[in-house]
C-alpha cells in the first residue's frame, strides 16, 4: 500500500493539524513528569518565570480568547503553521547547499 | 522530561550546556547534509511539525502526573539521528521562544537532554539492536519501542547530571535521581507506544522514506 508523496506529505500535515488543534484541548493538565518531581523532591521553588510568560501565545493559548478550547486549538494550529515553515524551510535550505556543494 | 524552567540550574552551567548544544548542533547540520536526500529533507521538516503536535498532548502517567512524547526516537528512526537532532531543536526553540515552554537560559539544558542525548542514545540502542534481531519490519517497530522507552529516562538522567552540577537548590542528587528516573521510565512506556504506532504506520505506508529500515542505505552504521 504505497502512497504518492504528496498523499503522505498531505495526510500528515493534517494527522499534525488534527492534533495540535483539536485533540490537544483533551490533553492531560497535570503537572509534567519534572514538574512532579520537582513538586515532591521541593525544589520547584527555584523556578522562576518564563522570560516570555505574557507574550500572547505563552503556556499554548491565544490570551484574550476565553473559549479554551478555541484558544488552544488556535495557538495548536499556529505552531504547526511556523513549525512547517521554519523545519522545512531549514532542513531544505541545508540540502541544497550539500548539493551545491557536490556539483 | 521535559522543558527545563530557568532557575532549576544555575546561569554557568546553563552556558555551559548551551555550549555544548551549540557544538552538537554544529556536528549535526554537518552529519544531516550527507544525509538528507531530495525526499528525507521534508519528511525532516514534517517530523519536527508532528513532534510539535504531540508534544502538547499530555497523557497521565500515574496519579497527579502527566507526560508527552519526546520524540527523539522517532525522528531518528524516520529521518536519522543527525536531522533529528535538528528537527528536535526547531521544536524546543519554538516552544520557548513562541509558547513560553521552557526557559530560555535552560535552553541549552533542554536541547542536550532532548536532542543530544535522547536522539543519540535512542540510535545507539537502535543499531546494536537491528545487528542482533532479524530484518523485518516487524523488527525494526521492536527495536524502535525499545529505544523509544530507553530515550527518555535517559533524556531524564541528563536533568540529574544538570542538577548535580549546578543545582540552585540543595535536595539531595540521589533523591532527584530517584524520582525522576521512575517517572520517566512509565512516560517512557507512552512514549514508546506512540513512537511505534507511528513507525508502523510509516512503514506500512512508504517504508521507503524509513530511514531505520532502508537496507540499502549504509548509513545505518555509524561513520567515524
Known sequence: MKISNRKFFASAILVSALLAGGVSFYASSSPDGLEKVAEDVGFIETAKDHTLSDFTLADYGVSGLENARLSVGLAGLIGVVATAVIAVGFFTLIRKKATSKNQ | ?224
Not at chain 2, 551549540?22 to 531530495?38: F, M
Not at chain 2, 536519522?80 to 521562544?97: C, E, K, N
Open chain 2, 1 to 224: 522530561m521535559v522543558h527545563i524552567p530557568d532557575g532549576f540550574i544555575d546561569l554557568p552551567t546553563s552556558a555551559a550546556f548551551a555550549a555544548a548544544s551549540t557544538v552538537a548542533v554544529v556536528g549535526a547540520v554537518k552529519g544531516a547534509r550527507k544525509q538528507l536526500s531530495e525526499q528525507s529533507a521534508p519528511l525532516a521538516g514534517l517530523t519536527a511539525v508532528f513532534i510539535f503536535a504531540v508534544q502538547m498532548l499530555n497523557f497521565p502517567v500515574a496519579a497527579g502526573t502527566s507526560g508527552h512524547l519526546i520524540g527523539a526516537a522517532l525522528a531518528m528512526v524516520l529521518v536519522g539521528p543527525y536531522a533529528a537532532t535538528l528537527a528536535l531543536v526547531v521544536v524546543l526553540i519554538i516552544q520557548a521562544f513562541l509558547f513560553a515552554d521552557g526557559g530560555l537560559t535552560a535552553l541549552g539544558l533542554s536541547v542536550f537532554n532532548m536532542a543530544v542525548i535522547s536522539v543519540w542514545v535512542s540510535f545507539a540502542v537502535f543499531v546494536v539492536l537491528m545487528k542482533i534481531l532479524p530484518k523485518s519490519k516487524t523488527w525494526v517497530v521492536v527495536a524502535t519501542f525499545i529505544a523509544a522507552l530507553v530515550s527518555v529516562p535517559a533524556a531524564a538522567i541528563g536533568f540529574v547530571i544538570q542538577y548535580a552540577i549546578g543545582a540552585n537548590a540543595t535536595f539531595s542528587v540521589t533523591t532527584v535521581l530517584n524520582a525522576m528516573v521512575g517517572t520517566h521510565i512509565l512516560i517512557g512506556i507512552g512514549e514508546a507506544i506512540i513512537t511505534a504506532l507511528t513507525v508502523s504506520a510509516v512503514l506500512a505506508s512508504r517504508s521507503d522514506l524509513v530511514f531505520g529500515w532502508d537496507k540499502k542505505n549504509s548509513t545505518l552504521e555509524i561513520r567515524t
